[in-house]
């Protein structure tokens, strides 16, 4: 028999800390008192009936709105009609990689999993299986999930000053797995430079994101991706883009197709599929062609869910809609009026802020100049910020708990929408300030 929901949300937390650790099933759940039950377009609601215009929008996979019925219509289409996954291929799957081909310039190939973690732990493996080496390199801060090859150099625990940047994020990882990640300082072109003289012959892959959202929005200075992009191609090393935020919110081929700079693979997830579980890899022909089939030196891309039909569904109606709508657009006016409205209430109130980001996202640092690194954003003013998001809670604007928390708004989010939020953020400013 299950338990009788508890009203009171002090309740809910206590009872699911007594079946679940820490009352959730992913970190960055943690931190709130509320309960959320209920979500439409750009609100959500908690179990005592509050209501909170959403930027969080579950770290980036709600990108029409929340339940969005024509994504959801499709969904139960497709789960009504075939909800096979065990053998060949399927017509949705053949679809929606033939749109991602057609859109994404990095992509002849796609191949399809479940989250963000699996995409970027296959494009390791399918970099190694191509080039025969072992080490992975990544930027200080970024996430790429939680594969012991990437997972390293993101903890914000371990910002000690003279911490080595290649701690691992957490414990159980492999400590062979780890010595074999170079970690670098995002927009140090000595740095990588150096890395590449010291590594260069052993790294299989490049990881990069191509605009950082891993500690708020922190986007590559002039001609960084270009000289990663370099580096990688002179030295023979796999750069993979990790589009997992940025593909299919920035734009509908993703961040690549703003910067101009073409990775050899990419990982992609989050908004493709509003919010249902889908995620991939794409990359060149040669490349993808490394994901053999069982053979010991070839990689394996095999997954129970992986192009889930019902996923498959939501990801095709998802980009159909991005299209028909214009919703870049919508993004893109609605990001430039938030960011344009904090910066002035900032401004008039001379606070010790800034606020910067891309297309539909933002994140407002509590610090005077804009950084350009991991460390640099971890010096945003921590108890600011959480007067700051205190303030903005109470009065229904629901932001990332934490400093370097990026945020973004949805399809569904109005002009008077984000006018009311600005109200809301000038309070909190103040409120931040005190
Ligand atoms: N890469 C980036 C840039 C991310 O932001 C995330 C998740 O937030 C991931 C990878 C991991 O994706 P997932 O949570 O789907 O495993």
Same mark, same amino acid.
């Given at each position: 028999m299950s338990?009788?929901?508890?009203?009171?949300?002090?309740?809910?937390? @206590?009872?699911?800390?007594?079946?679940?650790?820490?009352?959730?099933?992913?970190?960055?759940?943690?931190?709130?008192s509320q309960v959320f039950v209920r979500a439409e377009g750009a609100y959500v609601w908690d179990q005592e009936g509050n209501r909170y215009t959403d930027y969080l929008n579950a770290w980036g996979p709600i990108v029409l709105g929340h339940c969005d019925r024509r994504v959801n219509e499709a969904v139960l289409a497709s789960a009504n009609t075939c909800d096979l996954t065990g053998v060949g291929p399927q017509p949705g799957e053949m679809a929606l990689a033939e749109k991602i081909v057609e859109v994404m310039p990095s992509a002849d190939k796609v191949a399809f999993c479940t989250s963000g973690t699996d995409a970027a732990m296959h494009a390791v493996h399918v970099a190694r299986a191509a080039t025969g080496r072992r080490k992975v390199l990544k930027f200080h801060g970024s996430y790429h999930g939680w594969s012991d090859h990437v997972a390293v150099g993101s903890s914000r625990k371990d910002l000690t000053a003279g911490s080595p940047l290649n701690t691992p994020n957490g414990g159980g990882l492999h400590p062979e797995v780890v010595a074999d990640v170079v970690v670098t300082e995002w927009n140090d072109e000595a740095g990588l430079r150096q890395a590449f003289v010291d590594h260069g012959d052993e790294l299989a892959v490049a990881f990069t994101e191509g605009y950082v959202h891993s500690f708020g929005c922190v986007p590559a200075q002039p001609g960084f991706l270009e000289l990663l992009r370099e580096l990688c191609t002179a030295h023979g090393t796999v750069m993979v883009m990790d589009e997992i935020k940025t593909g299919f919110r920035a734009a509908i081929g993703g961040y690549q197709s703003i910067c101009g700079v073409t990775p050899d693979l990419t990982a992609f997830g989050k908004a493709v599929a509003n919010g249902y579980a889908l995620a991939?890899?794409?990359?060149?022909?040669? $490349?993808?062609?490394?994901?053999?089939? /069982?053979s010991r030196s070839e990689a394996t891309?095999?997954?129970?869910?992986?192009?889930?039909? /019902?996923?498959?569904?939501?990801?095709?109606?998802?980009? @159909?809609?991005? @299209?028909?709508?214009?919703?870049?657009?919508? $993004?893109? @006016?609605?990001?430039e009026q938030m960011r344009t409205g904090i910066q002035k209430a900032i401004d008039e109130l001379g606070a010790p802020a800034t606020v910067t980001g891309l297309g539909s996202e933002w994140c407002v640092y509590f610090r005077t100049e804009l950084p350009r690194n991991f460390r640099e954003a971890m010096e945003s003013d921590a108890e600011m910020y959480a007067r700051y998001h205190g303030s903005l809670l109470a009065q229904g604007v629901m932001e990332p708990a934490f400093a370097t928390g990026d945020r973004r708004l949805n399809a569904s989010t109005t002009a008077d929408d984000v006018d009311h939020t600005l109200e809301a953020v000038r309070v909190a400013l103040r409120a931040a300030v005190a």
């Open positions: 338990t009788p929901a508890p009203t009171d949300q002090a309740a809910s937390w @206590e009872r699911a800390r007594r079946v679940v650790p820490r009352g959730v099933s992913s970190g960055h759940r943690v931190g709130w991939g890899l794409a990359g060149s022909d040669a $490349l993808m062609g490394h994901l053999g089939a /069982y891309l095999d997954g129970t869910y992986n192009a889930a039909p /019902y996923s498959i569904a939501a990801a095709l109606r998802t980009l @159909e809609i991005m @299209e028909s709508d214009d919703i870049f657009t919508t $993004l893109h @006016e609605r990001g």
